[in-house]
């Protein structure tokens, strides 16, 4: 039950692994809180308690860095309204329809789509598309790239 659950959130950023042992945890979790005096099926019980610890990884320990909850659930409504709205525009909606239709002010709108960046950030040890190191004598003291960790001695 819980690798079958574990399965209906595969591919949205965490590897496969990890959410089957968050999974198999809160099953030991809900065998060791069930109460068969209760009159509740173990499956009705258990199922709910996986599903939640599923979700509570995802918004505890998938974002790259700490991001707010309001921002999180923003950015978990932002979808259908865009859907919404580009159906009955026909267009794409602009950022004032977006945060009216979601009431919201705009610049809670800027800040949820900013910090959607923060949920996968890129790795220290990824190739840059410029490998030019920063004290080449084409980089000016003003550059902000950031040198792959392979270069630095």
């Given at each position: 039950?819980?690798?079958?659950?574990?399965?209906?959130?595969?591919?949205?950023?965490?590897?496969?692994?990890?959410?089957?042992?968050?999974?198999?945890?809160?099953?030991?979790?809900?065998?060791?809180?069930?109460?068969?005096?209760?009159?509740?099926?173990?499956?009705?019980?258990?199922?709910?308690?996986?599903?939640?610890?599923?979700?509570?990884?995802?918004?505890?320990?998938?974002?790259?860095?700490?991001v707010?909850?309001?921002?999180?659930?923003?950015?978990?409504?932002l979808?259908?309204?865009?859907?919404?709205?580009?159906?009955?525009?026909?267009?794409?909606?602009?950022?004032?329809?977006?945060?009216?239709?979601?009431?919201?002010?705009?610049?809670?709108?800027?800040?949820?789509?900013?910090?959607?960046?923060?949920?996968?950030?890129?790795?220290?040890?990824?190739?840059?598309?410029?490998?030019?190191?920063?004290?080449?004598s084409?980089?000016?003291?003003?550059?902000?790239?950031?040198?792959?960790?392979?270069?630095?001695?």
């Open positions: 039950m819980a690798h079958r659950l574990a399965g209906r959130y595969a591919g949205r950023g965490e590897p496969l692994d990890d959410l089957r042992q968050v999974a198999a945890l809160a099953l030991v979790r809900a065998v060791d809180r069930y109460d068969a005096g209760r009159g509740v099926p173990f499956a009705g019980y258990a199922a709910p308690t996986i599903i939640g610890a599923l979700k509570r990884h995802f918004r505890d320990s998938a974002w790259g860095m700490r707010p909850r309001s921002s999180q659930e923003l950015l978990l409504a979808r259908p309204a865009v859907t919404d709205l580009t159906h009955l525009h026909g267009r794409a909606p602009t950022a004032a329809e977006l945060a009216e239709h979601l009431r919201i002010d705009i610049g809670a709108l800027h800040a949820a789509k900013q910090a959607a960046q923060a949920y996968r950030l890129p790795s220290l040890n990824e190739p840059l598309d410029d490998p030019t190191p920063l004290n080449a084409t980089s000016s003291a003003r550059s902000t790239r950031v040198t792959p960790a392979s270069t630095i001695t």
